[in-house]
């Protein structure tokens, strides 16, 4: 059974930094792509970053670019977020993802984590 | 970026009757080289993640009921629900993975009539 579970989430001040992470298990992580998205309190869904399953590609949301960092550990089945410079429009709940096959379709989701942005 | 448009916002249906929520593409989001439409539905029912429906607008997932159905082509998409059941009040979301940014729609909510 496919599990994502997402820590990290909290409170923090504009301007400062949080990494996420994503224990995965129940498939071969390093097989597949894994993303973030988002969802503001209340709102619609909003992809972030994507990593493939070698690590080697990244992609990312024009809105992140520069300030998020997306990353993967083969050896601990994790995949990771940076987040630095937050401002108060990233605070959302951010679900880990993984992709099918084919990279931006996403057929599992974790629960997600709250990461709230506010002084 | 491919603009996802959504409509209704919001449906209320009858227990037992159809649900049809719309998603247009603002470009085509078939892929001439393999004939398929890079299209999914998403369904998020509340305090819970999203839950992938449908993929290449009109396969349905495993698990997923048959009363569940998706059409269309290019840029005009279709998400029927044939007999609504009150399990499947929720919101639904298209989306399009033809290119990065993958981009949603802004969600339609389903409510029982």
């Known amino acids: 059974e496919v599990q994502l579970l997402e820590s990290g989430g909290g409170f923090v001040q504009p301007g400062g930094s949080l990494r996420l992470s994503c224990a995965a298990s129940?498939?071969?992580?390093?097989?597949?792509?894994m993303s973030w998205v988002r969802q503001a309190p209340g709102k619609g869904l909003e992809w972030v970053s994507t990593i493939s399953g070698s690590g080697g590609s990244t992609y990312y949301a024009d809105s992140v670019k520069g300030r998020f960092t997306i990353s993967r550990d083969k050896s601990k089945n994790t995949l990771y977020l940076q987040m630095n410079t937050l401002r108060a429009e990233d605070t959302a709940f951010y679900y880990c993802?993984?992709?099918?096959?084919?990279?931006?379709?996403?057929?599992?989701w974790g629960q997600g984590t709250l990461v709230t942005v506010s002084s | 970026d491919i603009v996802m448009t959504q409509s209704p916002d919001s449906l209320a249906v009858s227990l037992g009757e159809r649900a049809s929520i719309n998603c247009k593409s603002s470009q085509s989001v078939l892929y001439s080289s393999n004939n398929k439409n890079y299209l999914a539905w998403y369904q998020q029912k509340p305090g819970q993640p999203p839950k992938l429906l449908i993929s290449?607008?009109?396969t349905r997932e495993s698990g997923v009921p048959d009363r569940f159905g998706g059409s269309g082509s290019g840029t005009d998409f279709t998400l029927t629900i044939s007999s609504l059941q009150a399990e499947d009040v929720a919101l639904y979301y298209c989306?399009?993975?033809?290119?990065?940014?993958?981009?949603f729609g802004q969600g339609t909510k389903l409510e029982i009539k």
């Open positions: 129940g498939f071969t992580f390093s097989a597949f792509a």
């Open positions: 989306q399009q993975y033809y290119s990065t940014p993958q981009t």
């Open positions: 290449w607008a009109s």
């Open positions: 993802a993984k992709d099918t096959m084919v990279r931006g379709l996403f057929d599992y």
